[in-house]
Nanobody, 115 residues
């Protein structure tokens, strides 16, 4: 069983920065990929960033160059550093991992960017 607990988020002005954290319980963190998704009001949940167990990253085009995903295997934690935030980044952000066929989600964190 995996539990993901998120920290961070909040309200920030456009151009500002926020950092999200997601702590995973259970074993196997270091050998599994981790991801951040977001869901804006009235829209589907979409992938923002992914990091493999080996640290290879990929990003949605909309956040490339502004967001950075990273992980600390010693702390079972994945991070999302968000810089140069835009109002369109406003959404609920979720961390995610997959074990076998099961998907696990964090509780969600609201990020609101004011113009």
């Amino acid at each position: 069983q995996v539990q993901l607990v998120q920290f961070g988020g909040g309200l920030v002005q456009a151009g500002g920065s926020l950092k999200l954290s997601c702590v995973a319980s259970g074993s196997g963190f270091s050998i599994n990929g981790m991801a951040w998704y977001r869901q804006a009001p009235g829209k589907q949940r979409v992938l923002v960033a992914h990091i493999t167990s080996g640290g290879i990253t990929k990003y949605a085009d909309s956040v490339k160059g502004r967001f950075t995903i990273s992980r600390d295997n010693a702390k079972n934690t994945v991070y999302l550093q968000m810089d140069s935030l835009k109002p369109e980044d406003t959404a609920v952000y979720y961390c995610n991992t997959q074990r076998a066929l099961a998907l696990y989600w964090g509780q969600g964190t609201q990020v609101t960017v004011s113009s």
